[in-house]
């Protein structure tokens, strides 16, 4: 069973109530009350789901290794029991950023955005977990799936982290976002 591969189940089943869902670009999603997450290539049936987003963990492709042990210093780890919060931010690219070299993506990200940068201000307050959905296909209807878990007292640093984000360079190549908010408690 890969540990790599996360299925994201939105239906009438699941660990996390679905508390609301915002479209800030593109097409709307389906209604969902729950959110199940599965690992593996084994995606459980639900047969009033939805919607399934699939996305795998994968190396850190805009992070040099200064970042990166930073960011390893600081996460915090998912599953925490006070982390009764959680989100999924659903992205999707557009076309012109795709057409950029892993460089140019790179300095965007990196050096005109400081993405990681602003990042690493609102940790060790939340737990987050990227899924690469293109690497599975292209077709998928996302490129990432961000996970996120934090304690109820954290959500406006949360959403202060979210707003930061949203005014970089970087955004302006977003063509799909949606933002699914959850609340951990027994189906």
């Given at each position: 069973?890969?540990?790599r591969?996360?299925?994201?189940?939105?239906?009438?089943?699941?660990?996390?109530?679905?508390?609301?869902?915002?479209?800030?670009a593109?097409?709307?999603l389906?209604?969902?009350?729950?959110?199940?997450?599965?690992t593996?290539?084994?995606?459980?049936?639900?047969s009033?789901?939805?919607?399934?987003?699939r996305?795998i963990t994968?190396?850190?492709?805009?992070?040099?290794r200064?970042?990166?042990?930073q960011?390893?210093?600081?996460?915090?780890?998912?599953?925490?029991?006070?982390?009764?919060?959680?989100?999924?931010?659903a992205?999707?690219?557009?076309?012109?950023?795709w057409?950029?070299?892993?460089?140019?993506?790179?300095?965007i990200?990196?050096?005109?955005?400081?993405?990681?940068?602003?990042?690493?201000?609102?940790?060790?307050?939340?737990?987050?977990?990227?899924h690469?959905?293109?690497?599975l296909s292209?077709?998928?209807?996302?490129?990432?799936?961000?996970?996120?878990?934090y304690?109820?007292a954290?959500?406006a640093?949360?959403?202060?982290?979210?707003?930061?984000?949203?005014?970089i360079?970087?955004?302006?190549?977003?063509?799909?976002?949606v933002?699914?908010?959850?609340v951990?408690?027994?189906?």
């Amino acid at each position: 069973m890969s540990t790599r591969l996360f299925s994201f189940i939105g239906g009438n089943t699941g660990l996390w109530r679905v508390a609301g869902m915002k479209v800030l670009a593109g097409e709307p999603l389906p209604a969902a009350r729950r959110l199940a997450i599965a690992t593996g290539s084994e995606i459980p049936s639900d047969s009033h789901a939805a919607w399934v987003f699939r996305g795998i963990t994968s190396n850190e492709r805009y992070t040099v290794r200064e970042e990166r042990s930073q960011i390893v210093a600081k996460l915090l780890g998912l599953g925490r029991p006070e982390a009764t919060y959680g989100a999924l931010i659903a992205i999707r690219k557009n076309e012109a950023w795709w057409a950029l070299t892993q460089d140019e993506r790179l300095s965007i990200f990196k050096d005109q955005s400081h993405h990681t940068k602003i990042g690493l201000q609102y940790f060790p307050t939340l737990a987050r977990r990227l899924h690469h959905c293109r690497d599975l296909s292209e077709h998928e209807p996302f490129d990432f799936l961000t996970w996120f878990e934090y304690e109820p007292a954290q959500e406006a640093a949360f959403n202060k982290l979210l707003t930061e984000l949203r005014a970089i360079e970087e955004w302006k190549y977003v063509e799909r976002e949606v933002d699914i908010r959850l609340v951990r408690e027994d189906a």
